[in-house]
C-alpha cells in the first residue's frame, strides 16, 4: 500500500512570490492533516481536514495561507505571497476515522524562501 | 497551554540502551506518543500509550508513564546505528474529540560504534 505522498519534495523560492504543494493521503483516510516544521522543532498543526470539511484550522495564517481538499481525497496548501519566515519543512499526514490516534507522515516538502 | 519538553540530544555506544526523556504539562492528556523522524523523511509512529497505562513493550521499545510526575520515557534496547534519527515526543490533550498534538522539540540520538 502506498504512504502519503507529497510533491514538490523541494521548493526555492524567492520572497513575495507564491507557491503550492500538494498531498495523496492513504487511500481511505478520510482525515488529513497539514503541518509546519522548523528547523530543530516539533511539527505544528496549520489545519485538519475531515473529508471536504476544514476544521482545525486557527493555527493557519489565513492572511497568506490558504487550503482545499475538495473532494475530500488530495488537497493543496497554498502560500501568496511566501515570506523569508514561511521557510520550513510541510509535512502532510493522514489517518482513518476523526481520532487520529495513529497518523501516517509522508516524506514533506522543504520550503526555501530566498 | 500545553508544553512538551525533551532533551536535545543523545549519544549512546551501539549495543547500549538508550533512554529517551520527555515531560509534559497537560495533565488532561489522553494518548502520548513517540515518533522516529529520519533525515529527509516525515514522521513515523513508534508506539503510543494510553494515559491509564504505565508501561508498554514492543519488542526493544518499551514505553514508562509516569502520570503523577507527567513523565515519559521511551528506552531502546540493543541500540543499533539504524537507530540514529530524532525521536519526537508528543501528547494528545483529553478535551474535545478533535487531534490537536503538541509535539516536543525532538531528541537527537547519535548511535556510535
Known amino acids: 500500500e502506498a504512504g502519503v505522498v507529497q510533491s514538490p519534495r523541494y521548493k526555492i523560492i524567492e520572497k513575495k512570490q507564491p507557491v503550492a504543494f500538494w498531498c495523496n493521503p492513504i487511500?481511505?483516510?478520510?482525515?488529513l492533516y497539514w503541518y509546519r516544521q522548523n528547523l530543530g522543532q516539533g511539527p505544528e498543526l496549520l489545519i485538519r481536514?475531515?473529508?471536504?470539511?476544514?476544521?482545525?484550522d486557527s493555527q493557519l495564517p489565513k492572511d497568506r495561507f490558504s487550503a482545499e481538499r475538495l473532494k475530500g481525497v488530495d488537497s493543496t496548501l497554498k502560500i501568496q505571497p511566501a515570506e523569508l519566515g514561511d521557510s520550513a519543512v510541510y509535512l502532510c499526514?493522514?489517518?482513518?476515522?476523526?481520532?487520529?490516534?495513529?497518523?501516517?507522515f509522508g516524506p514533506g516538502t522543504r520550503l526555501t524562501v530566498l | 497551554g500545553e508544553d512538551v519538553e525533551q532533551s536535545l540530544f543523545l549519544s549512546v555506544r551501539e549495543g547500549d540502551s538508550s533512554v529517551i526523556n520527555c515531560t509534559y504539562t497537560?495533565?488532561?492528556?489522553?494518548?502520548l506518543y513517540w515518533y522516529k523522524q529520519e533525515p529527509g523523511a516525515g514522521l513515523q509512529l513508534l508506539t503510543y500509550?494510553?494515559?491509564?497505562?504505565d508501561m508498554k513493550q514492543d519488542q526493544r521499545l518499551t514505553v514508562l508513564l509516569n502520570k503523577k510526575d507527567k513523565h515519559l520515557s521511551l528506552r531502546i534496547a540493543d541500540t543499533q546505528t539504524g537507530d540514529s534519527a530524532i525521536y519526537f515526543c508528543?501528547?494528545?490533550?483529553?478535551?474535545?474529540?478533535?487531534?490537536?498534538?503538541?509535539f516536543g522539540r525532538g531528541t537527537s540520538l547519535i548511535v556510535h560504534p
Open positions: 500509550i494510553f494515559s491509564n497505562m
Open positions: 508528543a501528547e494528545k490533550p483529553g478535551s474535545g474529540g478533535s487531534y490537536i498534538p503538541t
Open positions: 487511500s481511505g483516510h478520510n482525515t
Open positions: 481536514y475531515e473529508n471536504e470539511e476544514a476544521v482545525d
Open positions: 499526514a493522514s489517518s482513518s476515522g476523526t481520532s487520529g490516534v495513529t497518523q501516517y
Open positions: 497537560d495533565s488532561s492528556s489522553t494518548y
